[in-house]
């Protein structure tokens, strides 16, 4: 089990606001959109539900993992992906052995 809990290099910028929960419906910080994981069903990254605005992030999608979220995400499909990936202090992402996650069209186990 790998768990990553610091700010990766892959992201394009750092947000270090905290994010409502709730109905929040995603957001943009300047001129960037971005996905952002609530957690709001379970820790499966692959669940839609997990998801503000309710769809799995792809290479389109910059996704924030904030500190407030109800459960941290895990990795355990294969195909997982975004563009980029913004991990706020105290929160965590869990890559399953055997998964990876491509950032920018890079793997990280």
Known sequence: MI???MMLALTTSAFAQQYPTGGYQGGT????KYTL???AVDDDWSNPANWCPGVIPDTDE????PSSA???PEVKSAGMSCKSLTIQPGASLDIKPGYTLTVNGQEVE
């Open 3 to 5: 768990v990553v809990s």
């Open 29 to 32: 910080h300047g001129n960037i």
């Open 37 to 39: 994981w609530t957690g």
């Open 62 to 65: 910059d996704v924030v993992i």
């Open 70 to 72: 109800i459960v941290m």
